[in-house]
């Protein structure tokens, strides 16, 4: 058994973020993360760092000049095309915009070259957490290790272990699903999907289905295809086999127009199963003394543009309240959920964001263009 003063779960955004302030303000922390290295897997796709949270978090943690050498100029532009394909919306991106696009990815390396090796605990999955009193806790690991901790906080996630020690609160299934696809050197192998997207992201909404994409770097188109199904629905699909997914997700899209459908049936990659799930919006605890949580593990939420800027600023909001509270640690928490509950809590994107629900039957495209052009935001 090893003991630590500040114990982070997951090696995420928010949680590094956390790691990152509280190193700038000389506390000692260590962080514990499931996967085997930093390069274990992918990061996940291009994120738009806003201006409002995600950049605060950035600037707390002294790293502004490296987040601005990673940005990807141009990606702010946006579209919004009608199912035959006719552009109803254009915004180009004139570097004045709020929410810069950077890859998730580079991102993530950003926070973990600011720290000190060993910061991060590689090849670490917690199996268990147990409280052993006066604010004191226990984490176990998959491979029988354990560490034992007087801060003990949850940044792992949508499944999170560290959330039990708080609220019996579990992730239900929104009723919705996205289907990841890459299409690579999209305007040269992939000319009409890479000009229906445009230089930045695209959007073509209708009542339970949509296509969201992205142009990330090195010429590659990321599709999000969402579709309102049952979990029964997806489960009947060999996502395996990807010729069989392919068709059978296609098939949701008859009578698109081609460019459209063509960023299904073009991909260059195996499509990937992504089912959404979310914690009851508004979710709170009782102060438990000595832990906490921060992102998904607090506010799990379908995707909506603002999970990972929310982690990132609860991870540099927390940091924050620690170091102005370095004698008190329950003042801290409690100061820093009380403004992360409602923080978490505030997920509508803009005013009128609750029509363009993906089951509503306002889920098209001239309607979305209305709300942009009624609340001049998007």
């Known amino acids: ?225 969402m579709l309102s199904k049952a979990q029964d629905w997806f489960a009947g699909i060999d996502f395996t086999d990807s010729a069989v997914a392919t068709a059978r997700i296609a098939a949701e899209f008859e009578g698109w127009a081609p460019e459209l459908t063509a960023l299904i049936t073009e991909g260059d990659t195996t499509p990937v199963l992504r089912p959404y799930h979310a914690l009851p919006n508004g979710l709170r605890w009782e102060r438990v003394p000595g832990v906490t949580l921060l992102g998904d593990a607090a506010h799990l939420a379908a995707p909506n543009g603002e999970g990972a800027n929310l982690a990132m600023l609860d991870g540099a909001e927390l940091g924050k309240a620690l170091a102005a509270h370095p004698d008190d640690v329950e003042a801290a928490l409690a100061e820093y959920e009380a403004a992360m509950f409602p923080r978490g809590a505030e997920i509508a994107v803009f005013e009128g964001a609750e029509i363009h629900g993906i089951d509503s039957a306002d889920n098209t495209a001239q309607r979305l263009v209305d709300l942009f052009n009624e609340h001049g935001q998007r």
Request: hydrophobic share 40%.
């Open 1 to 225: 058994m090893t003991s630590t003063p500040v114990t982070i779960i997951g090696a995420g955004l928010g949680g590094l973020t956390l790691a990152r302030v509280l190193y700038v303000h000389g506390i000692p922390v260590t962080v514990y993360e499931a996967e085997a290295s930093p390069a274990a897997r992918t990061q996940g796709g291009m994120l738009d760092i806003h201006d409002y949270n995600g950049q605060l978090a950035v600037e707390a943690a002294g790293l502004t000049e490296e987040f601005r050498g990673i940005v990807l100029e141009g990606r702010q532009a946006m579209r919004v095309l009608d199912t035959d394909g006719t552009v109803l919306f254009e915004e180009a991106d004139d570097g004045s915009g709020g929410r810069p696009e950077v890859m998730r990815g580079e991102l993530r390396d950003i926070l973990l070259d600011s720290l000190p090796a060993g910061t991060v605990r590689w090849g670490h999955k917690v199996s268990g957490t147990r409280a052993l009193g006066e604010g004191r806790y226990e984490v176990t690991f998959a491979d029988g290790g354990t560490v034992e901790t007087g801060l003990l906080v949850g940044a792992d996630g949508a499944w999170s272990r560290v959330r039990p020690l708080l609220t019996a609160a579990v992730p239900e299934y929104t009723g919705t699903s996205c289907v990841d696809i890459f299409l690579y050197e999209a305007d040269t192998r992939h000319p009409a999907a890479a000009k229906a997207v445009g230089g930045g992201s695209m959007m073509a909404p209708s009542p339970g289905k949509e296509i969201f994409a992205h142009r990330e770097s090195g010429d590659t188109l990321h599709i999000y295809v």
